[in-house]
């Protein structure tokens, strides 16, 4: 079996050091905001999503942004203050989703699986363009954190449109809960609870090299 898996560079994001490196445990404190910090206390960062061509489906992991995103970086408006101060996009129209789409040769409705390794933030807004893929694998412990969480979030209309499919973790000892889902069941696209930036965040794991 090949996987092919490609990197779809997004652009940057510019974020206080604290954020993504979590130096002295202040992930969860005020601190790695980076609100009232010098510029040389942040660092740029790459931002990839990642398309796999897999022989049982078109997977997407993240969402991507859009054209609103470099609007945004063109004309200096933000989305919101508070969420320019903790993490300033800066993105190109090539880097947007429907161009890093097209150049691997895929389409929005090409995808049947899109994973967000968290729920749409502000600078995702890619999933917008992607409401016509197949299924939006959303894990049932992230939709329940984000009903109690932020519950207006998921009323929105665009959430009206999109064919989420919610699946849930098993204990198989993988990852830092010891919870994964199997995508496809042959170990090739395997989704881990990684907990520590949202309490339903999730990393995926390709092995080209699992028995099938």
Known sequence: MEIKV???HNGQVRVDRFLSFNEN??????SYTGIAKPVKCKVWLPVSSYL???PKGVVLIDQMCHADIHQIKRDKKELSFFQNLINK????????????????GYKSNDIDYLIPSDLPSDYSRGL??????????ISDLQWSTEEIEKP???ATKKWNY?????Y???KTGIGPQGLSYDLFGDRTVVLVSTPEYSSGAVTVIIDNNASC
């Open 6 to 8: 490609h990197n779809l």
């Open 25 to 30: 445990n202040n992930f969860r404190t005020f």
């Open 52 to 54: 796999i061509e897999h």
């Open 89 to 104: 996009p800066f993105v190109e129209i090539e880097d947007i989703v429907s161009q890093k789409l097209a150049k691997v």
């Open 128 to 137: 917008n363009y992607l409401k016509n893929a197949k299924k939006i694998m």
């Open 152 to 154: 207006a979030s998921l």
């Open 162 to 166: 999109l064919n989420v499919q919610k």
């Open 168 to 170: 849930s973790f098993s």
